[in-house]
């Protein structure tokens, strides 16, 4: 296993949640195909629903950003709506609010445990001072991170909740991973980023953060690069027991 950065030696650490520190990102591929699937065959629209639309279109966006750009890469318009919309609008409100409904059952339903790697960093992390934040672009974090036990550990959640409430541009804008960092009171350039969709590798990369890490869960070590991740791992118990280097190495790779 090739060396990797010190996460200590940040001023902050800056973690996305699904996919990241917990697999709520199976559930919530789970709700979008579920509904989308039933969604394009009502509406007769084809290609149909797969599993790369997740990653190229909904994985890290804020829900109703990912239903639009979904629909438009169908040649599909209809209008935005409200949040407030029923399940049963066809709007993209409505349709964003029909997955929701799917996640929050089976979310409820299951539970949700931290991956171990993910808290064994954070336990690393905690032991060393280092400051950690959540930056998701889920209405559902704050849920999600009391299920799982660990709400406690993080200064900031920068949420889907608080990005709609400002009117903070989706990841892969940097506005929600730079906003978070003002939170904290940090500087993007003495800070890392911890993602696993492109979308949100993108946003850390254009915040300037000095270490973007990706976890590859299936969108691709080469794709997640190129979306600007200085170094990509399987799991974050790769940064526990690995022997540091200088960061700035990875940059090259």
């Not at 959640?157 to 991973?177: C, N, Q, T, Y």
């Not at 730079?178 to 850390?204: C, F, I």
């Not at 399987?234 to 200088?246: G, H, I, K, R």
């Amino acid at each position: 296993m090739d060396s990797l950065p010190d996460l200590t030696s940040y001023d902050a650490v800056l973690f996305d949640l699904d996919g990241v520190l917990t697999p709520t990102a199976e559930v919530h591929m789970h709700a979008w195909q579920t509904m989308f699937t039933e969604l394009f065959a009502a509406w007769e629209i084809s290609p149909p629903y797969t599993e790369r639309d997740y990653f190229d279109h909904l994985d890290g966006k804020k829900r109703y950003d990912g239903v639009a750009a979904l629909l438009r890469s169908r040649d599909v318009e209809v209008p935005w709506g409200d949040p407030s919309d029923p399940v049963t609008a066809d709007t993209v409100c409505g349709i964003g609010n029909r997955k929701n409904v799917v996640f929050e059952r089976v979310l409820r339903a299951e539970g949700i445990a931290p991956y171990p790697g993910s808290l064994a960093l954070l336990d690393a992390l905690a032991a060393a001072g280092t400051t950690v934040a959540v930056v998701s672009s889920s209405k559902n974090a704050e849920e999600v991170l009391q299920v799982a036990g660990i709400r406690d550990r993080f200064a900031v959640v920068m949420d889907g909740v608080i990005a709609e409430r400002d009117h903070l541009a989706s990841k892969p804008a940097p506005d929600v991973f730079v906003e978070a960092a003002r939170m904290l009171g940090v500087e993007p350039a003495r800070s890392a980023a911890v993602e696993d969709a492109l979308s949100g590798v993108a946003s850390a990369a254009a915040g300037d953060f000095a270490l973007v890490v990706a976890v590859d869960r299936g969108a691709g070590e080469q794709a997640l690069r190129h979306a600007g991740a200085h170094v990509v791992v399987n799991d974050l118990a790769e940064f526990v027991t690995a022997a540091p280097s200088d960061p700035t190495e990875e940059h090259t790779a």
